[in-house]
Every structure is written in C-alpha cells, then in structure tokens.
C-alpha cells in the first residue's frame, strides 16, 4: 500500500496522486509533522528570497523556526497583496509595481519593462509574456485591487485541486469529476482578464474540455474583465460609502481611454439575452458545470424564472459559489429559488481565500473543512496572539499555505471564525482542523468602515463605466 | 454603583424616564449599556406646539447667562454624581483614554461661566439679535422700516461623541438660542448630555430652560423613532454632527420644513514652510507644535492633524529633511503629558495592518514608531499621502515632503476642516487660496485643537445663526403701498 503521508512529506502536491479523501483520514500527530515540516522548509528557503519576507523577518529577529506556531510573527496581513501605493497605478508607474511586486516573489521579473506600461491590464499580460507570472487580480471590493503572485504552475494546480474537493470531498469519486470531460462549462461572466474567475475558468477549458466550443459559454465571450476598470469601480464604491466621492483622483491613462471602454460596455445588454438563448437553445437538459458568484446565481435564477424558465439542466449537473456574498444579503429561499431554476440544487459550498490555493468544503455537520496543505492558525484579534488550539475557539483566522513555492503564503485573513477539529474530530468523521459556517468579516462585525457592495463584476463595471461617462474632463 | 453605571435615562423636558428595556453596545470596549424605548415615547419626545416656546421668551438673556452660571458651578466633577456617572461610563465607551477624558470633565464646567455665555451670544449669533427685534432699515423705498430677530426653533441634535464637550455645547447653544432641543446621544458617549439634563432638574426643575431640554438615546437609523419625530408638523431643525453613515440615514426624512444643519465628517491637515528648517531649535519646535496638533485628544477630533505637507522638497536631501522632522515629531509625540495625549486605548486594528504594510515598503515610506499603540509617524518619499490618509487616528499622521506648496494647497478640497500652518506669514500668503479650496479654519501650527479663537464660528459653518430661525418684521407707508393699486405705479421699485 501507498503510504500517502510520506509522498505529501515529500512534496505536498503529491496529493495530486491521491483521492482528496485521503487528506482528511490523517491522525493529528501526523498532521502536525507535515505542517511543521512544510512551514519550517517554506521559511528556510523563502526567507532569504523573498525581499518581503525577508524584511519582516529582520524585523521580528526571527532568523530560524522550529514548528509552525513559530511563523506566527511572521504571517502578512491579507491587504499585504494591496499594499502598493495607489499612485503607482494614477501616475502609471508599473516599474514600480513590478518592483514592488518582485518583493513578494522569487519568479524573476526583472525582464518585465513596467516604465513603457500604463494600464494594469498591458502590465498583467506583460508579466506573464516576460515572466512567465499569471498574476490574479481580486474584485477590489474595498477601494484596492489585490494582486496574487502565482505562476502558471501554481494556477493549473489550484483549478485541479478544487475539482478534487468536488470529487472526493464526500468519498473518492463520489461527486462531479470534470476531468472526465462530460460537462459543458457555462460562466455568466468575461472570458478574459486576469480576475480569479476568468483565470480559473480558462484553465478549465485547457484542462477539463476537447476545447470544443460547443461545450463552452459565456455571458461576455470576447470581452476582457478590465483590471483598469475594476480598480476604478472599487475606488469609486469606497469612496461612494464614505461620502468621499469629491476627493477621487483618476488616472490620466483611464481618462484617454475612456471612449474605448464607453463603446465597449455599450454593447453588453445585447450579451445577455443572447447567453440566455444560447442557454436556453443549446444547453438546455445538458450535463453542465456552472461557476458563479451567490448574487449573479441568484439575479440569473431571478431573471430566468421571470422568463418563465426553470429547471433548465440536467440534474446531473453542477454548480460551484464562489467569492462569499462580499457584503449583499440574499432574501430568503434563494437557494430553493436558484435550483428550481437551474434543475439541480447548489450545495457545493466552498470557504476559500484568494490569498490561499486551497479551498475548505463544507459538510454535512455545518463544518468547513481545510486539508492539511492549509495550516491553520487562530488569533487574538486585537493583539494578534496565537490562541490556544482549543475546540470551539473563536479568534481571527490565518492560514498558511503550504502549496506554493515561490511567495510566502502566510496571511492574515479578515474572518472571525469559531474553530474545531483541534482537540475532536468533527462528527462528519473527517479529521484536521474545520472552521463552523458562522464565519464573519470583523469590519462588518464592528458594524463601520467596510460597508462597502459589491454585486459581481459586470454591475462593478456598469458603475464605473457610468463615472467616466459622466466624469467632466 | 455598577448597575447604576450601565444604565442610560431617557429625560423628556423635565421627566426623568428610568424604564430601562433594551439593551444597546458600546462603541468601544463592547459595554453593554440598558435604556428605555425611546419608540414608546416619540409622541411627547417633541414638542407638540411651536408656541410653547414662548415661556423662554419671558427670561430677559441676563436671566438665561445666570441660569448657566449656576449650572456650572453644580458641573463640577468631584461634586457631581452624574458627571461622574458619566466619566464611568465613557472610560469605556470613549475613544479617549483616561486621563484625557478626566481632563475634559474637569474643563467642561467652565463653558457656562457668565462671560462664556455672553461671549458665546455676540460671537456666535449677535446678541441684539436673540434678545429682540434689531433695527435693519436700509430701503430706498420711502417710509419704510425693517427689523430682524433670531427665535429659537425646535431641533434635534444628532451628537458626536469623541469629546464630550459636544453634549456640553449642545446644552449652551440650546439656552441661548432660546429653543427647544432634543439630543439623540451617540453610543461612544451616551451619558453626558444626560448628566447635564438631569443636573438642570435638580437645580431648577420648572425653569423653562430645563424644560425645555431632551436627551434620548436610540441606535441610529431606528425607523421607529425617527419616523416619527423626523416630521415638519414636530420639529423645524436637525442638527446633524459628523458620520456619514448618521447623515446617510436622516436625508430619507428630508422634505420642505426640516432644515438640515450637517457639520459633516471633516478631516485636518497641516501645511510647513521651509523655514522650518532654518536651524535646529527651529525644527525642534516645529516638531513640538507638530506633535500637539496629532496629539491633542489623542487625534480622535476632526481638527486633529493628519497629512502634513512638508516644503522640504523630495530630492534624496528633501526627503531627508522631512524624515528628521518625523523623527523629532514622533518623539514630542511621545512625550506630551499624560493629560494632554497617551498611547490610544483601542488601537485601530486595521490601521495597524496598514502600517505593517507600508513599513516594509522601505523604498517609499519611513516610518517612526507603530510597533504597538504608541502612535506612528509615516514619511512619505514622494509627495503623495498614503492610500489610507483618510483612516489615520490613534496619533499616526503622514509627513509628505513637497517641492512646491501648490501640491499642498490642491490636496484641501470640501473635505477639510483645519489646516495648521507654519510658519504665520504664509498663513497669511496663503489663506485665501486656500478658502478657495475648501478649508474652513486657519490656525497656527500647534493650536488645531488648542486654539478656541474666540470667533465662535465653528470651523466657519456658524452653526448657531443656523440654529435659529431669522424672522423679519417691515413697516411700509401706506400712501407708498396704496399707489401699487393706482393706475400709474412708480417705477423705481428694486
């Protein structure tokens, strides 16, 4: 028999070679050693390569750790991703985001020449034409767009990790397999950018499909999820909340290329009757795979029962949520709502950062659970203290990543958690750390600052695209 | 005394109402705190006639200055339980740590000295104006005459709670405007506004200066409540301080008849010319009068200093020059005495992360301090503020070096409240460019919180001639207004 724990003590993306079943039978001690292991190695290798890294470290005086608990000091916080200054993208300075940006990882990017640059979007094809970095970039919710490191590599393995926990999460091939290729791929978003979803969902395509365009729709299948646009929208909401809209600077560049997108958002009420015909016409009954977030789901599902449509799918098929509810309340029976009209109910309920490769699913018990690749923390959230590895903790969550070898995948995350699976098992039999479904963002506990919307993406880029529109030149 | 600590009275002119239903949490500290449902009191919460007011109308101001004088003197912390009630109170609910926050109780009695109130009427409104009806007659129409008074309206007064002062103020301005006022507490300091009420009471419980005082506590945004008493048949005024979120929510309610008083969520900066940089004890100074500007009420005010414009230029030199200020100021910072600025109590945690973050960006930033709660100095290494300039509190401001006091002058817009300004004589150059702008108040560096000025004009928004309701009375002759009806009117009417 296979002894999967000393595979993943070689390298933790031998459980690519596995069922993901297999993460959750490890015993604690065994769980422990791996993350040790990994998080001792990570530090060792990264520290003096990654400049980010190595500052905190200085900084702390930590030169060596002996456990996991000892890279506590050292964890980012989760806005590390955003901590360029704003100016950089209103002066278009990309030399110094690219800069700015090699400090939080080993890839090489000094051939990226960032100084002939002047949008996020050309800066982002640049890096990976010249350095091979598939840079993500988050929704930007709060005024900022995060931008995550990741290569190639680490993009094609976190799109197969996911379809493992779909797979396997509740018993090795008990659930939906995309690699075996039988699932039409619908997304009610862009094609292309460089946004999380539209990463993700190419990669699908390459890796999940024939490449067959017949299996394959989108809402905005040639437009691009505009970066450029989408830090406008999130600087434009943040400052829309804080009643601060008359201090908003832009950028010069956006303002020149204003016409361009004006003309290109134009044409999008067009795109959406046509996906609902496309879906309707050609996808109807069908064996798919839909990925979306909660609010698009729910106006999708809203628009179409209107429509008079339900039940469209084939029950066979299946959907994943993604990107939290970032602040919006559905009404009640939205879930029912969305599944009477897609055919099949939505359950694949996933906890994930984008600031972590690797997802948590949630059982049948309430329970989200991480493999052991995520190294759980739980702390003090005014001190930042390490809280005891106590059942039914509640404390600030950090994660740390043990997947990814070029950047320091050890952050802070926003999210109030009540953690378990320390001292116990979760009832649902799986063992290792789990969070309870009652995970809440401190800023919209302490009731303030982060009121901030956010819809989806094509509402984010209506909003912006109505600023500059109306923005006096 | 614990439990009487926690709870927060519900006063309605005179009525003390301890029915103590529900439940409210503390801004800061999570205190929980209990008070009664103003909802099941909205129909006496305001006054039912506009012409009850006329009992203020019988107190001549000299009457009105004594009434206050006497309260004063019955403010006094160590004499008064409900001062010390609510001192108890907001050491846990203010954002202010200990020690400021006795200060503030021991300075507040002297607000309603006699001289205080006087000073207050002519400066703030004309006291000719509230004590009667004030000759204006200026027409070239012949014969006629016209004349001006300043009467006191019905008006809610959202407060703010960083100081305490503001419940102290809202009290004065109330009394001297001769109106009725009904102050809707915030929950960082729910309790002081009611300790004056409630000290008003017991010194003269049917003086119309005490009945004509309400204070109330309900979370803001409470339909119930504001539904309610939001209404033009109720109130003629709502004077709204600070937090968007608060001013957000009342907007729904405006119609013909409310007049909004908004004293809007401002923020303060501070402008330094290169003579700062003359000589060393220059500097030194500059960076003492720097600190105190960031320091004063642990920069939890919207005068306190911020982002501060820095003329030293932002070559490699420049931006030298900028970081010794910021260094020197970071250490006046920390040693300002105990009553005047401390460590913050409830460090912002967000804030903390984003000066974690800006620290390990050694190419653009320095930074002073921030390793815990004892405040932080950011220098900027080009003349751009941080992203997150508009979040900074708990004594972290950011030194921007500039080459040209244009960039300085740009970056104030409607958003600003006080900028101080170093040294006088470009206060001067520069004041009127700068009201262009948008700043409200000009102060010499070090006097953001300190100076009072004496102009009583609150940043400039004269919040107490918007208090009042400005009637006019005009006398016309009447063979000059009978003509009108004649065939042939005369022409030169305006």
Same mark, same amino acid.
């Given at each position: 028999m296979v002894d999967v724990f000393s595979e993943l003590m070689e390298s933790p993306q031998a459980i690519m070679n596995h069922t993901l079943d297999k993460a959750f039978e490890f015993a604690p001690e065994r769980i422990r050693k791996f993350q040790d292991h990994w998080v001792i190695k990570r530090f060792a290798e990264l520290r003096p390569r990654v400049a980010m890294l190595g500052k905190l470290a200085k900084e702390q005086g930590i030169e060596t750790i002996a456990c996991a608990d000892d890279a506590v000091p050292l964890m980012l916080s989760h806005t590390v991703y955003k901590s360029y200054p704003l100016s950089y993208l209103e002066n278009s300075r990309f030399d110094k985001l690219t800069k700015w940006l090699s400090g939080l990882t080993v890839t090489d990017l000094s051939g990226v020449d960032g100084a002939a640059i002047e949008s996020i979007d050309d800066w982002?094809?640049?890096?990976?034409?010249?350095?091979?970095?598939?840079?993500?970039?988050?929704?930007?919710?709060?005024?900022?767009?995060?931008?995550?490191?990741?290569?190639?590599?680490?993009?094609?393995?976190?799109?197969?990790?996911?379809?493992?926990?779909?797979?396997?999460?509740?018993?090795?091939y008990t659930g939906p397999d995309m690699a075996k290729g039988n699932l039409a791929l619908i997304t009610p978003s862009y094609r292309n950018g460089a946004g999380m979803a539209q990463r993700m969902a190419r990669l699908r395509i390459?890796?999940?499909?024939?490449?067959?365009?017949?299996?394959?729709?989108?809402?905005?299948?040639?437009?691009?999820?505009?970066?450029?646009?989408?830090?406008?929208?999130?600087?434009?909401?943040?400052?829309?909340?804080?009643?601060?809209?008359?201090?908003?600077?832009?950028?010069?560049?956006?303002?020149?290329?204003?016409?361009?997108?004006?003309?290109?958002?134009?044409?999008?009420?067009?795109?959406?009757?046509?996906?609902?015909?496309?879906?309707?016409?050609?996808?109807?009954?069908?064996?798919?795979?839909?990925?979306?977030?909660?609010?698009?789901?729910?106006?999708? *599902?809203?628009?179409?029962l209107n429509q008079g449509h339900r039940h469209i799918f084939s029950p066979n098929s299946f959907a994943t949520i993604g990107g939290g509810k970032k602040g919006r309340q559905l009404p009640e029976g939205w879930r029912e709502k969305i599944a009477e009209f897609l055919g099949f109910p939505v359950t694949n309920d996933i906890y994930a950062m984008s600031e972590c490769t690797v997802p948590s699913a949630l059982c049948a018990e309430g329970k989200y659970h991480f493999p052991p690749m995520a190294v759980p923390y739980l702390l003090d959230p005014k001190t930042g203290a390490l809280l005891p590895r106590k059942d039914g903790s509640v404390g600030r969550l950090a994660l740390f990543d043990v997947m990814p070898d070029t950047y320091w995948a050890g952050f802070v995350s926003g999210d109030e958690v009540i953690a378990g699976g320390w001292e116990k098992p979760c009832r649902c039999g799986r063992t290792g750390f789990y969070v309870d479904a009652s995970i809440r963002r401190y800023s919209e506990k302490e009731g303030g600052d982060d009121k901030v919307l956010c819809a989806g993406a094509p509402e984010a880029h209506d909003s912006a695209i109505a600023f500059l529109t109306g923005y006096a030149q | 005394m614990s439990n009487n600590l926690m709870t927060v009275p519900l006063i309605i002119r005179g009525k003390l109402i301890e029915n103590y239903e529900l439940e409210f949490g503390g801004r800061n500290g999570g205190v929980v705190f209990t008070a009664p449902d103003v909802s099941k009191y909205v129909s006496e919460l305001t006054l039912s006639a506009p012409s009850k007011l006329a009992d203020l109308y019988s107190l001549k101001f000299a009457e009105i200055a004594d009434y206050l004088a006497e309260l004063g003197e019955r403010l006094v912390f160590e004499r008064n339980e409900y001062m010390q009630a609510a001192f108890e109170l907001g050491r846990s609910t203010s954002g202010l740590s200990e020690s400021l926050l006795r200060e503030r109780f021991d300075l507040m009695p002297r607000m309603f000295s006699r001289e205080e109130a006087y000073h207050t009427a002519e400066r703030s409104?004309?006291?000719?104006?509230?004590?009667?009806?004030?000759?204006?007659?200026?027409?070239?129409?012949?014969?006629?005459?016209?004349?001006?008074?300043?009467?006191?309206?019905r008006a809610v007064h959202i407060i703010a709670g960083n100081v305490p002062e503001v419940s102290a103020i809202t009290v004065?301005?109330? *009394?001297?405007?001769?109106?009725?006022?009904?102050?809707?507490?915030?929950?960082?300091?729910?309790?002081?506004?009611?300790?004056?009420?409630?000290?008003?009471?017991?010194?003269?419980?049917?003086?119309?200066?005490?009945?004509?005082i309400s204070v109330a506590y309900w979370k803001g945004g409470d339909e119930s409540v504001e539904q309610a008493i939001y209404d033009p048949r109720r109130i003629?005024?709502?004077?709204?301080?600070?937090?968007?979120?608060?001013?957000?929510?009342?907007?729904?309610?405006?119609?013909?008849?409310?007049?909004?008083?908004?004293?809007?969520?401002?923020?303060?900066?501070?402008?330094?010319?290169?003579?700062?940089?003359?000589?060393?004890?220059?500097?030194?100074?500059?960076?003492?009068?720097?600190?105190?500007?960031?320091?004063?009420?642990?920069?939890?005010?919207?005068?306190? *200093?911020?982002?501060?414009?820095?003329?030293?230029?932002?070559?490699?030199?420049?931006?030298?020059?900028?970081?010794?200020?910021?260094?020197?100021?970071?250490? *006046?910072?920390?040693?300002?005495?105990?009553?005047?600025?401390?460590?913050?109590?409830?460090?912002?945690?967000?804030?903390?992360?984003? &000066?974690?973050?800006?620290?390990?960006?050694?190419?653009?930033?320095?930074?002073?301090?921030?390793?815990?709660?004892?405040?932080?100095? &950011?220098?900027?290494?080009?003349?751009e503020p941080v992203d997150f300039s508009r979040r900074l509190t708990c004594r972290v401001a950011n030194l921007v070096p500039?080459?040209?006091?244009?960039?300085?002058?740009?970056?104030?817009?409607?958003?600003?409240?006080?900028?101080? &300004?170093?040294?006088?004589?470009?206060?001067?150059?520069?004041?009127?460019?700068?009201?262009?702008?948008?700043?409200?108040?000009?102060?010499?560096?070090?006097?953001?919180?300190?100076?009072?000025?004496?102009?009583?004009?609150?940043?400039?928004?004269?919040?107490?001639?918007?208090?009042?309701?400005?009637?006019?009375?005009?006398?016309?002759?009447?063979?000059?207004?009978?003509?009108?009806?004649?065939?042939?009117?005369?022409?030169?009417?305006?």
């Amino acid at each position: 028999m296979v002894d999967v724990f000393s595979e993943l003590m070689e390298s933790p993306q031998a459980i690519m070679n596995h069922t993901l079943d297999k993460a959750f039978e490890f015993a604690p001690e065994r769980i422990r050693k791996f993350q040790d292991h990994w998080v001792i190695k990570r530090f060792a290798e990264l520290r003096p390569r990654v400049a980010m890294l190595g500052k905190l470290a200085k900084e702390q005086g930590i030169e060596t750790i002996a456990c996991a608990d000892d890279a506590v000091p050292l964890m980012l916080s989760h806005t590390v991703y955003k901590s360029y200054p704003l100016s950089y993208l209103e002066n278009s300075r990309f030399d110094k985001l690219t800069k700015w940006l090699s400090g939080l990882t080993v890839t090489d990017l000094s051939g990226v020449d960032g100084a002939a640059i002047e949008s996020i979007d050309d800066w982002i094809d640049e890096l990976e034409v010249k350095s091979g970095l598939l840079v993500t970039h988050t929704s930007g919710t709060t005024g900022k767009l995060s931008f995550l490191p990741w290569t190639k590599e680490q993009t094609r393995n976190t799109c197969a990790l996911y379809s493992r926990v779909w797979r396997d999460f509740n018993g090795a091939y008990t659930g939906p397999d995309m690699a075996k290729g039988n699932l039409a791929l619908i997304t009610p978003s862009y094609r292309n950018g460089a946004g999380m979803a539209q990463r993700m969902a190419r990669l699908r395509i390459e890796m999940f499909t024939d490449g067959n365009e017949d299996n394959i729709l989108f809402l905005y299948p040639e437009e691009r999820l505009s970066a450029d646009v989408m830090s406008l929208s999130g600087r434009i909401r943040a400052a829309e909340a804080k009643g601060e809209l008359g201090a908003l600077k832009i950028p010069e560049a956006l303002l020149r290329r204003r016409d361009e997108y004006i003309a290109r958002e134009k044409a999008r009420p067009l795109a959406m009757s046509r996906f609902f015909q496309e879906v309707q016409s050609r996808f109807a009954g069908r064996d798919v795979w839909i990925g979306a977030m909660y609010g698009m789901f729910y106006d999708w *599902a809203v628009e179409g029962l209107n429509q008079g449509h339900r039940h469209i799918f084939s029950p066979n098929s299946f959907a994943t949520i993604g990107g939290g509810k970032k602040g919006r309340q559905l009404p009640e029976g939205w879930r029912e709502k969305i599944a009477e009209f897609l055919g099949f109910p939505v359950t694949n309920d996933i906890y994930a950062m984008s600031e972590c490769t690797v997802p948590s699913a949630l059982c049948a018990e309430g329970k989200y659970h991480f493999p052991p690749m995520a190294v759980p923390y739980l702390l003090d959230p005014k001190t930042g203290a390490l809280l005891p590895r106590k059942d039914g903790s509640v404390g600030r969550l950090a994660l740390f990543d043990v997947m990814p070898d070029t950047y320091w995948a050890g952050f802070v995350s926003g999210d109030e958690v009540i953690a378990g699976g320390w001292e116990k098992p979760c009832r649902c039999g799986r063992t290792g750390f789990y969070v309870d479904a009652s995970i809440r963002r401190y800023s919209e506990k302490e009731g303030g600052d982060d009121k901030v919307l956010c819809a989806g993406a094509p509402e984010a880029h209506d909003s912006a695209i109505a600023f500059l529109t109306g923005y006096a030149q | 005394m614990s439990n009487n600590l926690m709870t927060v009275p519900l006063i309605i002119r005179g009525k003390l109402i301890e029915n103590y239903e529900l439940e409210f949490g503390g801004r800061n500290g999570g205190v929980v705190f209990t008070a009664p449902d103003v909802s099941k009191y909205v129909s006496e919460l305001t006054l039912s006639a506009p012409s009850k007011l006329a009992d203020l109308y019988s107190l001549k101001f000299a009457e009105i200055a004594d009434y206050l004088a006497e309260l004063g003197e019955r403010l006094v912390f160590e004499r008064n339980e409900y001062m010390q009630a609510a001192f108890e109170l907001g050491r846990s609910t203010s954002g202010l740590s200990e020690s400021l926050l006795r200060e503030r109780f021991d300075l507040m009695p002297r607000m309603f000295s006699r001289e205080e109130a006087y000073h207050t009427a002519e400066r703030s409104c004309g006291l000719d104006f509230l004590e009667g009806w004030v000759d204006q007659t200026g027409s070239r129409q012949p014969g006629t005459s016209g004349f001006v008074r300043a009467f006191g309206a019905r008006a809610v007064h959202i407060i703010a709670g960083n100081v305490p002062e503001v419940s102290a103020i809202t009290v004065l301005r109330n *009394a001297i405007t001769r109106s009725d006022g009904i102050i809707k507490t915030p929950s960082n300091d729910p309790l002081t506004a009611a300790a004056f009420a409630r000290t008003m009471i017991e010194m003269a419980p049917d003086h119309p200066l005490s009945k004509h005082i309400s204070v109330a506590y309900w979370k803001g945004g409470d339909e119930s409540v504001e539904q309610a008493i939001y209404d033009p048949r109720r109130i003629e005024k709502i004077i709204a301080w600070g937090g968007f979120n608060s001013i957000k929510h009342i907007t729904r309610y405006l119609q013909p008849g409310i007049d909004l008083v908004t004293l809007d969520p401002k923020l303060s900066s501070t402008i330094i010319g290169k003579e700062a940089f003359v000589d060393k004890d220059t500097l030194a100074s500059v960076a003492r009068r720097l600190a105190l500007d960031i320091g004063y009420f642990n920069q939890e005010a919207c005068n306190s *200093a911020r982002v501060v414009y820095v003329e030293s230029g932002t070559d490699e030199e420049g931006v030298a020059r900028c970081a010794r200020l910021g260094e020197l100021t970071f250490e *006046a910072l920390q040693n300002l005495p105990e009553n005047v600025s401390t460590p913050h109590k409830d460090f912002d945690r967000e804030l903390k992360e984003e &000066i974690d973050n800006v620290r390990m960006l050694d190419d653009d930033y320095t930074v002073y301090g921030g390793r815990g709660s004892e405040g932080a100095i &950011i220098v900027s290494h080009e003349a751009e503020p941080v992203d997150f300039s508009r979040r900074l509190t708990c004594r972290v401001a950011n030194l921007v070096p500039i080459d040209d006091l244009d960039t300085a002058i740009r970056s104030v817009n409607a958003y600003t409240q006080t900028i101080g &300004i170093y040294p006088e004589g470009l206060k001067h150059e520069l004041r009127d460019r700068l009201a262009f702008q948008g700043a409200q108040r000009l102060v010499s560096l070090g006097g953001a919180s300190l100076l009072k000025g004496g102009t009583q004009r609150q940043d400039g928004i004269e919040t107490v001639r918007r208090m009042c309701r400005w009637i006019v009375d005009e006398t016309g002759d009447s063979a000059y207004l009978e003509n009108y009806a004649n065939s042939e009117p005369v022409a030169e009417n305006v």
